[in-house]
């Protein structure tokens, strides 16, 4: 399922967005008064600035005949942005992220996050870090890879298509197929990953053409000190070429116009 193979950039890659979180423990200050120091140290790369009120979902607790549901308080989510807006950092009480669309290959995207965790860590000294985590969402257009007609089975190996990967039956006669799995991986890590057809809608715009999205979410939990962050988020990304190589026929790979990194 999963596959060790030689790295690529590839020129028409699939990648809609690449995020990397890690939660630490609460950080009361964070929420209590602006990150002005924090900002500061970022604003060079991060000159935007924003900042909104998130709901959390609600907790259910009980069983039948005794449900109770819990609504969350609000959290405040600072956010910082690029120039272009295509580099995005969130910080919260309890996790601090780095999100792009704009995502070329991993040494770029480590080297804004060095600079982001340098500014942060000195300024609000978390204790450790409980989830560290990077998520890959690809949405796979065969419109825009030339590969219009060409069903899906020939472009994403059969262990990530569940029954539209069976030869009797027709890609058109399903309205909705997909898996989602959360499993133990090698290295310590762990993924949740969604994989199926789909149509996107941003905003008030909605994609008309199906497109295969993988959606992998592969992380690590435990009481991470600050020294093991680089070396983990090293052995999550190895994971997470990984996956993907595994989830790609040679017929895809060849579209997507790959140029040897190594």
């Not at 956010?79 to 910080?91: I, M, P």
């Not at 052995?235 to 140029?259: K, N, S, V």
């Amino acid at each position: 399922m999963f596959l060790d193979r030689d790295r690529y950039l590839y020129q028409k890659n699939q990648l809609v967005e690449v995020i990397c979180q890690l939660r630490f423990p609460t950080i009361l200050s964070i929420s209590a008064r602006e990150p002005a120091d924090f900002q500061e140290a970022i604003r060079k790369e991060f000159p935007q600035y924003k900042r909104f009120q998130e709901q959390p979902a609600p907790k259910v607790s009980g069983g039948p005949g005794n449900m109770r549901v819990e609504e969350g308080e609000k959290v405040t989510n600072y956010q910082f942005l690029s120039t272009d807006g295509r580099w995005k950092v969130n910080l919260t009480n309890s996790f601090i992220a780095l999100a792009t669309p704009a995502y070329t290959k991993w040494e770029d995207f480590a080297a804004k996050l060095d600079l982001v965790l340098s500014k942060f860590i000195p300024v609000y000294e978390p204790a450790y870090f409980e989830r560290v985590g990077l998520r890959y969402i690809n949405v796979i257009s065969r419109k825009a890879l030339d590969l219009e007609g060409i069903p899906f089975k020939e472009l994403i190996q059969p262990g990530y298509l569940g029954l539209l990967g069976e030869d009797d039956v027709r890609e058109e006669s399903f309205a909705r197929s997909g898996q989602d799995i959360e499993m133990q991986i090698s290295g310590g890590c762990r993924v949740k990953m969604h994989a199926g057809p789909g149509m996107l809608q941003r905003g008030k715009v909605k994609d008309n053409e199906v497109k295969f999205i993988l959606d992998n979410d592969i992380f690590m939990n435990g009481k991470l000190p600050m020294a093991q962050c680089a070396p983990a988020l090293q052995t999550i990304h190895i994971q997470a070429d990984r996956i993907f190589a595994g989830a790609m026929t040679d017929r895809l790979h060849e579209a997507m116009e790959p140029l040897p990194l190594d």
